[in-house]
């Protein structure tokens, strides 16, 4: 059973009542959408700034979303592609797995992105390039992309991202496909839920990445979710905190406003009265 909040007007009050836990709208971990995404505007409306500066490139840092189990990144972060989608952005949105590096979980992706660039109108050769860096980190970090034949007329671009060092061949990677993005006019934005499940290493070479793109003015973003606080991302990769803290920003996904539970009542919930004590009851009984 689980617990939702009524009105009775009979005590001029609210009362929980038991309901059948089949019809519970919260499911953690799950990132299903809600009935109604409450009191996230101003962390929409700052992606939606990020990803319109990071189109006109104009230098922007990554996002990240951080915040408790169950309190809404992976919602949020799928909202955050449909709003970059909306804006003509090519997304890649990927889940981050407790064994699988980050090398591997991202080559197809970046693989099939690079294709559809290659396909693209438009003169210039930067993706075919972008297909060639690819062909090299995938070479030198050893990922077998199982069945899936990479395009047998692409040869390696030797010397670039194939030192087997994630953090010198990562930023080397981004910037190939940033720039072949940039070639066809396009932007790109890389969404990673679940960062916690990555080593110090692979964060270190996500950020170092980001780094590259900030300073270099290319459109590629991340936006990224996880448990990690900034704190132990500085720790866990030892990077200089002016580094990290130009490169990314940290949102912390908590409580909503209490004004949130008053949109809930409006939009969402029947037989309720509607009123401010209802509302403030509710955002106290639920820690918003
Ligand atoms: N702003 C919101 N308003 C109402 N419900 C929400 C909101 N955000 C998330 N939820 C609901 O909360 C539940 C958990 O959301 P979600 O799976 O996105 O959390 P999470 O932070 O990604 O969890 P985890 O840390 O386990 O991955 C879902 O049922 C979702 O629909
Ligand atoms: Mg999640």
Same mark, same amino acid.
């Given at each position: 059973?689980?617990?939702?909040?009524?009105?009775?007007?009979?005590?001029?009050?609210?009362?929980?009542?038991?309901?059948?836990?089949?019809?519970?709208?919260?499911?953690?971990?799950?990132?299903s959408?809600?009935p109604?995404?409450?009191?996230?505007?101003?962390?929409?409306?700052?992606?939606?700034?990020?990803?319109?500066?990071?189109?006109?490139?104009?230098?922007?840092?990554?996002?990240?979303?951080?915040?408790?189990?169950?309190?809404?990144?992976?919602?949020l972060?799928?909202? /955050?592609?449909?709003?970059? @989608?909306?804006? =003509?952005?090519?997304?890649? !949105? %990927?889940?981050?797995?407790?064994?699988?590096?980050? +090398?591997?979980?991202?080559?197809?992706?970046?693989?099939?992105?690079?294709?559809?660039?290659?396909?693209?109108?438009?003169?210039?050769?930067?993706?075919?390039?972008?297909?060639?860096?690819?062909?090299?980190?995938?070479?030198?970090?050893?990922?077998n992309?199982?069945d899936v034949?990479?395009?047998?007329?692409?040869?390696?671009?030797?010397?670039?991202?194939?030192?087997?060092?994630?953090e010198?061949?990562?930023?080397?990677?981004?910037?190939?496909?940033?720039?072949?993005?940039?070639?066809?006019?396009c932007?790109?934005?890389?969404?990673?839920?679940?960062?916690q499940?990555?080593?110090?290493?692979?964060?270190?070479?996500? /950020?170092?990445?980001?780094? @590259?793109?900030? =300073?270099?003015?290319l459109? !590629? %973003?991340?936006?990224g979710?996880?448990?990690?606080? +900034?704190?132990?991302?500085?720790?866990?990769?030892?990077?200089?905190?002016?580094?990290?803290a130009?490169?990314?920003?940290?949102?912390?996904?908590?409580?909503?406003?209490?004004?949130?539970?008053?949109?809930?009542?409006?939009r969402?919930?029947?037989n309720?009265?509607?009123?401010?004590?209802?509302?403030?009851?509710?955002?106290?009984?639920?820690?918003?």
């Amino acid at each position: 059973m689980y617990t939702e909040l009524y009105a009775d007007p009979s005590i001029h009050g609210y009362k929980l009542i038991e309901k059948d836990p089949i019809k519970n709208p919260f499911s953690p971990g799950a990132g299903s959408p809600p009935p109604e995404l409450v009191g996230r505007d101003p962390i929409l409306e700052q992606a939606r700034i990020l990803l319109g500066r990071a189109k006109a490139k104009r230098p922007e840092k990554s996002m990240l979303l951080t915040g408790l189990r169950g309190v809404g990144k992976t919602v949020l972060l799928n909202e /955050i592609e449909r709003l970059a @989608r909306a804006e =003509q952005y090519r997304t890649i !949105l %990927v889940e981050a797995l407790e064994d699988k590096p980050l +090398g591997p979980l991202l080559a197809p992706y970046l693989r099939t992105l690079l294709f559809d660039l290659d396909r693209m109108a438009g003169a210039g050769d930067k993706a075919k390039r972008g297909l060639r860096v690819l062909r090299s980190f995938i070479g030198a970090l050893k990922i077998n992309m199982g069945d899936v034949s990479f395009g047998l007329d692409i040869d390696p671009q030797t010397g670039t991202a194939d030192s087997g060092d994630l953090e010198i061949d990562l930023p080397s990677l981004f910037i190939a496909v940033a720039e072949a993005a940039e070639e066809r006019k396009c932007a790109v934005a890389v969404l990673i839920d679940e960062l916690q499940y990555f080593s110090a290493k692979e964060l270190g070479a996500l /950020i170092m990445a980001m780094h @590259r793109m900030q =300073q270099l003015q290319l459109p !590629l %973003v991340l936006l990224g979710a996880g448990i990690i606080s +900034g704190t132990r991302l500085g720790i866990a990769t030892g990077l200089v905190t002016s580094v990290l803290a130009a490169t990314m920003t940290f949102v912390r996904n908590g409580r909503s406003a209490p004004n949130s539970a008053k949109i809930v009542l409006k939009r969402g919930m029947k037989n309720v009265s509607r009123n401010a004590s209802t509302a403030q009851a509710m955002h106290a009984r639920t820690m918003g």
